[in-house]
């Protein structure tokens, strides 16, 4: 089955019970049990729901793994998957993951002996200076945020085999319409699913999936146990939401290429970062390993003054923080997500205080460019 196919009908299509062709929202906590024990594969919901069990077999699917699980936030999932480990345990992690992924490892889980090393992992040298006795997992997030570095998937997930480590990416940018880790060798993917797989700026959720039944059954546990689920209603919207997940990601790309060719040619702009540009350092990393770039543009306008003046006066790019939506998104790094990385660390990243981050929605592309021209004028 191809991606936009397997989109409408993988996973579990329609409800067994009434043929309704849409899952229904099955709205309940608890199941009738017809004897003791004897029940019809649901006993309580935070355990499972038949609409959330829908799209985690769906998102498996998708990914080509063992098992999906959903959560309540990309922050639940990507917590739940460092509980596989155990307090002593390292993870060495790609240098500018996603700020919550660095906040939950350096202000939380390390506060459970869960200890992290954050290096550039597009650099696949980094990984085994980090490496040390303790060390467990390989955590990896390509395209990154907000300077868009490629680390080779395959690569990275083989050097993490050679020293028994699991290999864990976060593919919120990518999607599973781009690129699916696990058939690239790693162990464990996961989304934010608020962002391009929900699509519209409507739900917050997260997905994993694993490529095993140990570790299928172990985070089994781990949902169950701690409980950050995911209810029926927002199960149902990410579920509305990949039914045109292909389609947003191919007009999300067209719209990227021809903005990044009006970006690249303005000159007001200093520098351009897209992995489908040429001249990217990672470019035919990311061109072997994804189907397609992405919607997610950084441009760089020199300084700070004139990167707020260009997001006072665009119409169609909305202020905010996410990604991922129908919506065109514009954002300042430095002042906005970014900004709890001090200001000497953020200039040794490249995450100047002029760069400007913009998630491309599906708006026509003319209306798009005119907007920026308009801005950066
Ligand atoms: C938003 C985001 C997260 C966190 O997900 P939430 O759904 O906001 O909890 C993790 N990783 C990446 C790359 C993200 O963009």
Known sequence: MNKKTKMIHGGIVGDPATGAVSVPIYQVSTYKQDAVGVHKGFEYSRTGNPTRHALEELIKDLEEGEAGFAFGSGMAAITAIMMLFNSGDHVIMTDDVYGG???VMTKVL?????????????DLSNIEKALQDNTKALYIETPTN?????????????????????TIVDNTFSTPYWQTPLTLGADIVFHSATKYIGGHSDVVGGLVVVNNAKLAEDLHFIQNSTGGVLGPQDSWLLMRGIKTLGLRMEATETNAAELVDF???????????????????????????????????????????????VLGKVKYFTLAESLGA???LISLPAKMTHASIPYDRRQDLGI??????ISVGIEDAEDLIEDLKNALA
């Open 326 to 328: 129908v919506e065109s």
């Open 110 to 122: 390390n506060r459970y002996g869960i200890e992290s090393t954050f290096v550039d992992t597009s």
């Open 352 to 357: 100047t205080d002029g760069l400007i981050r």
């Open 263 to 309: 970006l690249t040619g303005h000159e007001g702009v200093k520098k351009v970062y897209y992995p489908g540009l040429e001249s990217h350092p990672n470019h035919s990393v990311a061109k072997k390993q994804a189907g397609g770039f992405g919607g997610m543009i950084s441009f760089d306008v020199g300084s700070g003054e004139k990167a707020e003046e």
């Open 101 to 103: 992924t660095y906040r």
């Open 146 to 166: 907000p300077l868009l570095k490629i680390t080779d998937l395959e690569k990275a997930a083989e050097i993490a085999k050679k020293h028994q480590l699991m």
